[in-house]
């Protein structure tokens, strides 16, 4: 069941996802509640991941439990793309 933040978590999540989806464009970014007390966040790159980028340890999708540990894996992921592109 995907909800709206509004429905799920208030106001905070709401401003959470705009702020991830602000910060990293590069990612399809989703907030779902499955159950009761069990929300999830999602990120999903929207370009392909080559077998180079993989083996550096991008990731085509990312789950977790809060937004403070999304918005922190996608910081590592984007260091791991700009740093591809810097020696590339």
Known sequence: MTA???E?????TGRQLDALRTTYPAWDIHFRVDAPGA???????????????S?????QRIGC???ITLASALAHQ???????????
């Not at 929300?39 to 980028?53: G, N």
């Open 65 to 67: 439990s809060d937004a």
């Open 39 to 53: 929300a999830r966040w999602t990120a999903v790159l929207l370009r392909p991941v080559s077998a180079r980028l």
């Open 4 to 6: 709206t933040p509004s």
């Open 8 to 12: 799920a978590e208030g106001p905070l």
């Open 55 to 59: 083996a550096q340890g991008v990731r």
């Open 78 to 88: 984007s260091s791991l793309l700009h740093n591809n592109r810097a020696n590339g």
